[in-house]
């Protein structure tokens, strides 16, 4: 199960924090803030995946269960990918595979880049509602559900051409930094 995904860039501004599993704001501060951290500071030929920092880490005890076959819903992996100025990073479960979340983000990043014509920070910045509808095409509950990149920009483009806003989608020719966010006004 995934439990977060969490987009930040350059600096440790976050640009999109999606949680699947309920914390405390003081809990989501503390994590968001700790992860930027381990994850901006480790060198670009290292792995892209660590364990979760002790904030959230399951509380080791001799009572646990060692059979193979057990597996805990506690968040226990940080996944991400660095792509130019903005870090994409999901928490997961142990039951998912870290390769399946690093080709996770790749389609994330790939419908996102489908839908504004070369992604960037600044479409990102101004278009959140688009990236917030690709996630949620992508990811219910935790729970990965199309990993499609032409279903998944399909989906967000008739999800937006239904809106209350307008005629015209509210991306309109999803490219023009902030022309989404302006349209017919």
């Known amino acids: ?18 949680f699947y599993t309920q914390l405390d704001t003081s809990v989501q501060q503390r994590l968001i803030s700790e992860i ?64 399946a979340l690093l080709d996770l983000i790749q ?19 101004f278009n959140f509602e688009a990236m917030h509808a690709c996630l949620a095409e992508m990811v219910v509950g935790g729970v990965v559900v199309e990993t499609r990149v032409k279903e998944i920009v399909k989906g967000v483009r008739d999800s937006d051409k239904g809106s209350v806003r307008g005629k015209e989608p509210k991306m309109g020719p999803v490219g023009a930094v ?6 017919g006004r």
Not at 1 to 15: D, E, H, T, Y
Request: glycine letters at 4%; charged letters at 10%; a negative charge.
């Open 1 to 18: 199960m995934i439990n977060a995904v969490l987009v930040f860039n350059n600096s440790g501004q976050p640009r999109l924090t999606k």
């Open 36 to 99: 930027f951290t381990l994850v901006s500071n480790r060198p670009a030929s290292a792995c892209n995946f660590l364990p979760l920092p002790p904030l959230l880490a399951p509380p080791s005890t001799s009572t646990t269960t060692t059979d193979p076959g057990h597996y805990s819903d506690n968040p226990t992996n940080i996944t991400y990918r660095h792509y130019a100025t903005l870090y994409f990073i999901l928490i997961s479960t142990s039951t998912e595979s870290p390769l």
């Open 107 to 125: 389609v994330f990043v790939e419908s996102l880049d489908s839908l504004f014509n070369n992604v960037c920070e600044l479409d990102l910045i």
């Open 178 to 183: 902030g022309r989404g966010m302006w349209a």
